[in-house]
């Protein structure tokens, strides 16, 4: 579905009469906004404020495309994922260190067997020693 910006906007403005809209007015909503926030820049607002990124919907099947240009398309969909979840990876990984480091840490005796290989962890932020 290609819409005009002018035809994303009616949409959407006309989307407020509906009292229990459909599965399909929802999803058209969500195809209409994403047509007027794209060029908008909303990715880069977004990044600024510290929002992480929101992914393009893929589709199930492409029918206007050949198996390889299908393959490639989705491959590209997963390859952006990918580095999502190694860049959130990243984050959370930042954020234990930074949390860690902070702590006051109150140790108790570790009675679960961990791969640390330690007596104690810290009951705040789970660090072993
Ligand atoms: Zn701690």
Known sequence: ????????????????????????DIVHLDIAMMAVLGPLDVE????????????????????????AEEIKALETHWRARVEDVRQLEALID????????????EWTCDTEARSCRSRYICTK?????
């Open 1 to 24: 579905m290609n819409w005009t910006l002018e035809d994303s906007w009616s949409y959407i403005e006309n989307f407020r009469q509906h009292d229990v809209p459909s599965a399909d």
């Open 44 to 67: 880069t607002h977004c990044s600024r404020l510290g929002y992480s990124a929101r992914f393009p919907r893929y589709q199930q099947a492409y029918p206007e495309m050949t198996p």
């Open 94 to 105: 930042s954020k234990k260190r930074e949390h860690r480091r902070n702590c006051t840490h």
């Open 125 to 129: 932020c789970g660090q072993c020693r």
